[in-house]
């Protein structure tokens, strides 16, 4: 059998490609997956390793983390060693930073050495001696610190000033502090200080009691645990994509096989005829699989390869900050997605095999064999398909009941798998349905389409998997992006807010706060300075009926009732010191009134009032706020600077909300992304699957578009039917996986949403589940192009005499 | 067998066909025999034609320069043992294939001078084919099969069209299939189905490639008959392809082929 297994190999190897590429696309995001993944724990090892980078040995606790060193003993141990030695820890100590305490700071050492820097220069300089500091740049953020800073770290006897002269960046988790100082400065709170680890150059000579020496590298390892989960939840979540586009693959290979194996019939038949068993037969075609599989698996290793240490970097180059750098190829993963490669091939050329054998030799030697045998399903099949739709829509009622995870999973799971059982009925109803709308072309796609349905349900399955959960996934996050955007938009209602307690605000700031490069919008807030009872200093109160044009939540913050005043107590640093409901009297110049005192936030230290009361307390009212929308994708930051430069002059406050508004858009829109993109991986596949059942079948019906030529249909005409049978299949299955997504993410929303967020409404973005049936539709029409062009060359004279 | 009268009468004068052996065919060049085809009494006229397949080692040629005249509302078989050429030149007559020397104008249009496009526009309005297997599409009803040609037209399939096709079934003795699927069908009424197909936009000129190839002879007498009473009684051309000479029997003209050459 060895010559028929080459030879048929040779011959049909052009029909296998598009399985190849199926098989080898799903491979490449497995070993992509791994890549990326082995990268990301480098890139964590190496910045976890930072400190000791220039290390030969780490001297860290015996049986950590149970036991530690004792400080006195590491820092005798360190002194001994001088510049060959760097001590990493920090001690916790109260900082004073403009006016500000904070109760707990870490504050650890930087070397003056430059072997022994490990903390990357964000802007200023280096601490070099005594009385400087360098700030964390995350820790300055928060706390309003900048170059020029003066800290007072440690209280009492132990306290001591220090200026910033710099800001650093802190890789390093185990070494991180908020402040470093120079190690004789930091010994000034040796009783306070904790060291877990030196690193050493050179001989270490007696180490301090309770420690160890190790490989830098094997140290690295030990406190890689804490990282880990990290890595580890990122790595789940891609196999379980990866895991989606496996299946797709698998379904566009095991329809491969079914239509190639039952075009060779003949061939099969012919064998069994000559005098080759069954078992013979059925061993070199599994042969067959085998070594397409191999091949597809090890191409798409190395495609996978390729493309992950590409991104990576890409990676480097667009963002460089994300922990991830070219790793040597994890072996595991390699041979894991080589392994899946086969296995799924193999796995999926059983069932077809199995089925052509069982075709008697003579009957598939006759010559009425018309196109391909009907696969059907029978009536009792189909009763038993609608068993677990049936039950899927139970389970799914129930979860929405009792907002059971488990529930909506169990039911999505069954739902789904009653519809792809039901496929082979389903599907060609479904195609038949616009029967009328492309004319007599459209008719004979139609029909053609209908003809084989347990073929085109397979096809049809493939892009119904990838649709349904794209489409899901875009209406979920929709939904949750909705109800957070509306969540915190209650919390942070103003994404900047400029408030004056003196003097009015002039209309020359509001204009320059306006001209602010990503301001989208600015309004004055009218109001008038009062001495609220209760409150130190002055306070100013404000009506705001404008409010709706800048709020993030439509200006329902401001509707606030006569009789009431309203109090950000978020702006408050350790509260106003009043309470909800309190009674307190606001007096302005010779007026006053009494107010019940409401709690919100989001809009900085002014009272909010409803305009009648302003207009009693005050018949000359100023601009004391000014309230800012900011432009979608401003930096926080910077804009927050922009507005303290303008604000500064006339001694007005900046409350800046933006920061987390902003971060939490550009989470979510990178999960978003990235969720499409790595579904958009299984899509693809399954349009490589159209049209390689298009492809295939267009092989078996070359003697009736013959047929069709010679009666009169021209090229043109032929393309189009073949475009028509490719559309009404990709447009069909589209259709209805995003029926089928939309309702599942109903189902999530009814389950795991609205439990959690009250206000959330459920929200389907038509703007892109337009795009995505578009696109998939119109991919699927590209898929006919080839298989068109190729049946639409043959003469009709070629095809007549086609065997 | 029915005996109806045809509704739509071609040629009124029934012409008692001839036997015998054929006549040569006087030279004539192209233009005459275009004009004896636009006259009507030449349906189809063919001048040198040749056709090779394959090049160098495997080169085979198929036609070596066929003359040939094909009278109209006559019934004419091709005859030749397999290789002879005759399929190759029955292409090339119908439009299907380029010759790639020689002429060939049929209904008075010149074949050769067409491109693709026209080509098929020609074989639709002036063809029809019946050829040995592989006549219907399998999805399609018989009266789908029958009404194709006018649908490829793109022309919309009103009553008389609907009414011209149940005429033929009844005609050809399918009419109580017309709902059924080719599976459904025996060999004898497929081919019959495909006859009427091929009727139903009056060509002027019906091919039939081996027609009766599968089939048995009891069945194959009645398509034959059929063939023959499509060329007496609707005044239709017909051009008939085989090996078999109880069939080419049934014939008014017989064309023998030997090696890419008429004998």
């Known amino acids: ?803 | 067998m029915d005996h109806r009268e045809p509704a739509v009468p071609g040629d009124a004068t029934a012409r008692p066909y001839e036997r015998g052996p054929y006549r040569p065919v006087p030279q004539v060049d192209t233009a005459t025999a275009v004009r004896r085809a636009e006259q009507g009494t030449v349906a189809a006229a063919a001048r040198g034609l040749t056709k090779t397949y394959g090049l160098g080692d495997v080169r085979v040629p198929a036609l070596r320069g066929v003359d040939l005249d094909l009278p109209r509302g006559r019934f004419t078989a091709i005859m030749g043992p397999s290789g002879s050429g005759k399929s190759t030149l029955m292409h090339c007559l119908a439009g299907l294939d380029r010759p790639d020397g020689g002429t060939v104008a049929v209904a008075g249009i010149e074949l050769t001078s067409l491109d693709d496009d026209a080509l098929t526009i020609f074989r639709r309005e002036h063809v029809g084919f019946v050829f040995q297997a592989f006549n219907l599409l399998p999805m399609l009803t018989a009266a789908e099969n029958i009404l194709l040609p006018l649908e490829l037209g793109g022309q919309r399939v009103d009553d008389a069209a609907r009414e011209r096709a149940r005429m033929l079934a009844e005609i050809l003795g399918v009419a109580d299939r017309l709902g059924h699927r080719p599976a459904e069908l025996s060999g004898g009424q497929q081919q019959r189905v495909a006859i009427a197909r091929a009727l139903i936009t009056r060509p002027d000129l019906l091919f039939a490639d081996e027609p009766t190839g599968n089939l048995d002879s009891a069945t194959s007498t009645e398509v034959l008959d059929h063939l023959r009473r499509s060329a007496h009684e609707l005044g239709q051309t017909v051009v008939m392809v085989t090996h078999d000479r109880d069939a080419a029997a049934y014939a008014d003209h017989v064309v023998t082929m030997r090696d890419g050459r008429i004998v």
Request: charged letters at 15%.
């Open chain 1, 1 to 803: 059998m060895r010559t028929v297994f080459l030879a048929s190999l040779r011959t049909h190897l052009r029909r296998h490609v598009a399985a190849v590429v199926a098989v080898a696309t799903a491979v490449a995001f497995v070993v992509v997956v791994g890549v990326l993944t082995a990268g990301a724990r480098a890139a964590l090892i190496e910045r976890l390793g930072a400190p000791y980078r220039n290390a030969d040995l780490v001297v860290s606790p015996v049986g950590w983390p149970a036991s530690h060193m004792k400080p006195e003993d590491v820092i005798a141990f360190a002194e001994r060693l001088g510049e060959n030695a760097s001590a990493i820890g920090r001690a916790s100590l109260p900082l004073r930073a403009g006016g500000r305490r904070i109760p707990e700071a870490g504050v650890g050492p930087i070397s003056t050495v430059e072997r022994w820097r490990w903390q990357p220069l964000e802007s200023g300089r280096f601490a070099v001696r005594g009385g400087e500091a360098v700030a964390d740049v995350h820790f300055a953020l928060a706390n309003d610190v900048s170059i020029g800073d003066r800290l007072v770290i440690g209280e009492g006897a132990a306290a001591a000033a220090v200026r910033v002269v710099g800001l650093v960046e802190s890789p390093s988790p185990p070494a991180q502090a908020d402040v470093y100082v120079t190690w004789p400065q930091l010994l000034r709170w040796r009783d306070r200080l904790h060291l877990g680890s030196v690193a050493v150059r050179g001989e270490a000579g007696t180490l301090p009691p309770g420690g160890k020496a190790q490989s830098p590298e094997a140290f690295a390892e030990e406190r890689l645990t804490a990282v880990q989960n990290q890595v580890d939840s990122v790595r789940v979540m891609l196999l379980l994509f990866a895991g989606v586009a496996v299946f797709v693959a698998a379904v566009v290979v095991t329809n491969t096989f079914a239509i190639l194996f039952a075009q060779r019939l003949r061939d099969f038949a012919l064998l069994r005829c000559v005098g080759a068993t069954r078992r013979q037969v059925a061993r070199s075609v599994r042969l067959e699989a085998a070594a397409v599989g191999t091949f597809a698996s090890l191409a798409g290793a190395v495609a996978g390869a390729a493309l992950g240490y590409g991104l990576i970097a890409a990676i480097d180059l667009v963002a460089p900050d994300t922990p991830v750098v070219a790793a040597a190829p994890p072996p595991s993963w390699l041979l894991g997605g080589v392994a899946v490669g086969l296995v799924v091939t193999v796995a999926a050329a059983w069932s077809p095999t199995r089925r052509v054998l069982r075709v008697s030799p003579l009957a598939a030697l006759r010559p009425d064999v018309a196109a391909g045998p009907r696969t059907g399903v029978g009536r009792a099949r189909a009763a038993l398909a609608v068993l677990p739709a049936a039950a899927g829509f139970a389970l799914l009622a129930a979860a929405v009941m009792q907002h059971g995870v488990a529930l909506m999973l169990a039911g999505g799971g069954a739902l789904f798998a009653g519809v792809l059982l039901l496929g082979p009925v389903l599907v060609p109803r479904l195609i038949r349905l616009p029967i009328g709308l492309f004319g007599p072309t459209g008719r004979l796609a139609a029909e053609n389409a209908a003809r084989n349905p347990r073929r085109t349900a397979t096809t049809a399955a493939a892009l119904l998997v990838g649709v349904t959960l794209t489409t899901a996934a875009l209406t979920g996050m929709a939904t949750w992006r909705a109800a957070l955007d509306e969540h915190i938009g209650g919390r942070h209602p103003i994404d900047l807010a400029l408030t004056s307690a003196k003097g009015p605000v002039g209309a020359d700031v509001l204009d320059r706060v306006r001209r602010t490069p990503g301001v989208e919008r600015a309004i004055a807030v009218p109001g008038a300075v009062a001495r609220v009872s209760g409150l130190d200093g002055p306070f100013p109160v404000v009506a705001a009926p404008a409010a709706a044009e800048v709020a993030r939540d439509g200006g329902a913050f401001a509707q606030v009732e006569p009789g009431t005043i309203k109090i950000d107590f978020e702006a408050f640093r350790s509260g106003p010191g009043l309470r909800p409901g309190e009674q307190v009297t606001v007096r302005v110049g010779e007026r006053q009134a009494r107010l019940r005192v409401a709690a919100g936030s989001g809009w900085g230290p002014a009272g909010v009032v409803a305009p009648q009361t302003l207009a009693a307390l005050t018949g000359t009212p100023e601009p004391h706020a000014v309230w800012v929308r900011a432009a979608p994708g401003a930096d926080p930051a910077r804009l927050g600077g922009d507005l303290d430069e303008l604000a500064d002059p006339i001694d007005a406050t900046i409350e800046n909300g933006l920061r987390t508004w902003e971060s939490l858009d550009r989470q979510l829109s990178v999960l978003s992304w990235s969720v499409l993109g790595l579904l958009a991986v299984a899509i693809v596949i399954a349009l490589i699957g159209v049209a390689n059942t298009l492809g295939l079948s267009v092989l078996e019906r070359v003697r009736e578009h013959a047929l069709l030529r010679a009666l009169g249909l021209t090229r043109a005409g032929l393309r189009r039917t073949l475009a028509i049978e490719a559309l009404l299949l990709s447009a069909t299955a589209t259709l209805l996986g995003t029926v089928l997504g939309v309702g599942f993410a109903w189902s999530g929303y009814e389950t795991v949403i609205r439990p959690a967020l009250r206000e959330a409404a459920f929200h389907i973005p038509w703007p892109s589940l337009g795009a995505v049936v578009l696109a998939t539709t119109l991919a699927g029409l590209l898929a006919a192009v080839l298989p068109a062009r190729r049946a639409a060359r043959v003469t009709p004279a070629a095809g007549l005499s086609f065997d």
